[in-house]
């Protein structure tokens, strides 16, 4: 199964998960050449699994899903070598997908605290908790735009006549304000999911899957929500993310 990478904040390494042989989820690191792998959280310390790992902007820190026994997870923070585990959530809802703000002052996740999915912030050591969506729909995937003014995220908040809910790239206001969609799914059942923003903040990248079987890398350009396509469609790709002043990457 592909796994999900998290580009380097300013230590140029690379963060990612990796399923060893008994079954659990740990989180490493390495160069961007692929050199000097490390292993940041091992099977004792998560026997349910460690998943999303994300950079602060710094490239000090990484915060990251821990899985309990329940099957929930909970949002960790560590140091760039693994050190300094600190859980931040504790809560009987699945939190999930944090993120750090630009300025590194604030994780954003997304948590199904009252039910469906929405995204929350909170202080790096878990206080001043702000909830900033509140819809029946599910809102995942919270990512900061590079200037800390908007999140992007994916929701599935519009439904067709025959009640399918499709995934669509939104945006907001980092204090939950001034939602608005940027994607516009077809007439068939298509979901866009798991946003990253460009450098510059003109445009976003996410995955649109259509199927089991299909699924492809796409841009859309925030002011005029013009959309082109990264990948040929006969193959899954998913979960770009941009890495610092270069290009998407693909993963």
Not at 39 to 62: I, K, N, V
Not at 126 to 131: I, M, N
Not at 132 to 150: E, G, I, K
């Amino acid at each position: 199964a592909p796994v999900r990478a998290a580009f380097p904040g300013g230590n140029d390494r690379i963060a990612f998960v990796d399923l060893q042989p008994g079954g659990a989820a740990v989180i490493f690191s390495m160069t961007a050449d692929g050199d000097d792998v490390q292993q940041l959280t091992t099977e004792a310390q998560s026997p349910y699994g460690d998943f999303d790992p994300a950079w602060s902007p710094g490239g000090t820190m990484l915060v990251f899903t821990r899985y309990t026994s329940s099957g929930r997870g909970e949002i960790w923070r560590m140091q760039a070598d693994g050190s300094g585990q600190k859980r931040l959530t504790t809560h009987a809802s699945d939190d999930v997908l944090p993120t750090f703000s630009t300025d590194g002052a604030r994780i954003a996740f997304s948590t199904d605290r009252h039910g469906s999915y929405d995204i929350y912030s909170m202080n790096l050591s878990g206080g001043d908790l702000k909830r900033l969506t509140s819809h029946l729909a599910d809102d995942l995937y919270p990512a900061w735009s590079p200037d800390n003014t908007r999140i992007a995220f994916a929701s599935d908040r519009r439904m067709s006549p025959d009640q399918v809910r499709y995934f669509e790239i939104h945006t907001m206001s980092t204090t939950g304000t001034s939602v608005a969609r940027e994607t516009n799914g077809s007439t068939v059942e298509a979901h866009d999911l798991a946003p990253d923003w460009h450098p510059e903040a003109q445009q976003l990248t996410f995955t649109r899957s259509s199927g089991e079987d299909d699924g492809d890398i796409l841009f859309v350009d925030v002011a005029t929500n013009a959309i082109s396509s990264r990948t040929d469609g006969t193959d899954i790709e998913g979960n770009s993310v941009y890495g610092p002043s270069q290009g998407a990457a693909f993963g």
